[in-house]
């Protein structure tokens, strides 16, 4: 590779407007002496071809129009590296993905599906959460108590209205001790944050729903383990460039996966002494060892 390289962060307008770990991760890749600029991935005439490496980070309008997201993923792989891959990034921006961990053996929170057409299965009793399979930061996401059922299947109704798929969870009675978010990094645990319940109250929430709460975390040995187990479930060819693994109490006591979070999670840079430094580390590093001639 000759001369400057050149990377993109692929965000969108609202993640110029709110990713707070844009800057701190711009700032440490010309550090590094790359060129990096944050790049709308909804531009129609932007040339992706130009980087030497692209890292979707805060595209959080995804899934308002996941097809066209998912088609320029592969276009953007065509042109350069993409990280994530395209294919995980089909494979986890639609939480079905849920069930292939499940049938891994991988503890999950209980989740049911229907797609429109399917009866949806409210449950009798227990708070329980209803929302979209394709879905980013809380958006269409309820909590409903067992006498608002005819609320929840209002709220489902709707969902399937649009085409989408609907998924029914129970609402865990120790989310209130906060959930678990361990980051990783090129495969190698990195830092974790613990973050306090968004559903505190019944009702939909049809806004990106910031992280309330944060504070540093420590993972017990049985959340590493899990959200290692997590991440050898997923159907990558190659070292994921980052991930998140939500995790939270089970009401037994055992940890379960909440989401696992591979294409434009927080990253909670600010809250790592070295994160961000690392990963533009690895940026630099796979962006080297993919490089090519370029016009």
């Not at 001369?3 to 844009?22: C, F, Y």
């Not at 399917?118 to 006498?147: C, I, M, N, W």
């Not at 029914?168 to 990195?190: K, N, T």
């Amino acid at each position: 590779m000759t001369g400057t390289t050149r990377v993109a962060v692929a965000t969108s307008a609202l993640g110029l407007a709110h990713d707070s770990d844009l800057p701190v991760l711009l700032e440490a890749l010309r550090a590094r002496g790359l060129e990096a600029e944050a790049a709308d991935w909804n531009e129609p005439d932007r040339d992706w071809s130009r980087y030497s490496a692209v890292t979707i980070r805060s595209t959080w309008d995804y899934a308002l129009r996941r097809p066209s997201f998912l088609a320029w993923a592969e276009a953007v792989e065509a042109a350069t590296l993409l990280d994530n891959p395209a294919d995980v990034v089909r494979w986890n921006t639609d939480k079905r993905y849920l069930h292939d961990l499940a049938d891994r053996g991988v503890p999950v929170v209980p989740t049911r599906f229907a797609a429109p057409g399917e009866d949806v299965p409210l449950p009798e009793e227990g708070h329980f959460v209803v929302k979209p399979s394709v879905s980013a930061g809380a958006q269409d996401t309820a909590r409903y108590a067992p006498h608002q059922r005819g609320l929840a299947a209002a709220h489902a109704a709707a969902l399937h209205a649009s085409g989408r798929t609907v998924m029914v969870q129970p609402y865990l009675s120790r989310i209130e001790e906060g959930e678990r978010a361990l980051v990783f990094l090129g495969g190698v645990f990195s830092h974790a944050i613990r973050k306090g319940p968004v559903l505190t109250e019944t009702g939909l929430d049809n806004t990106r729903t910031p992280h309330p709460g944060l504070a540093p975390h420590q993972p017990t040995a049985p959340e590493r383990e899990l959200a290692r187990a997590a991440l050898a479930a997923v159907p990558a060819d190659r070292p994921l460039l980052y991930a998140r693994v939500d995790i939270a109490t089970a009401d037994d006591g055992r940890p379960v996966v909440m989401e696992l979070e591979l294409v434009e999670p927080d990253l909670f840079l600010g809250h790592s002494a070295d994160g961000a430094a690392r990963l533009a580390g690895l940026i630099r590093d796979r962006a080297a060892s993919a490089a090519r001639p370029r016009a």
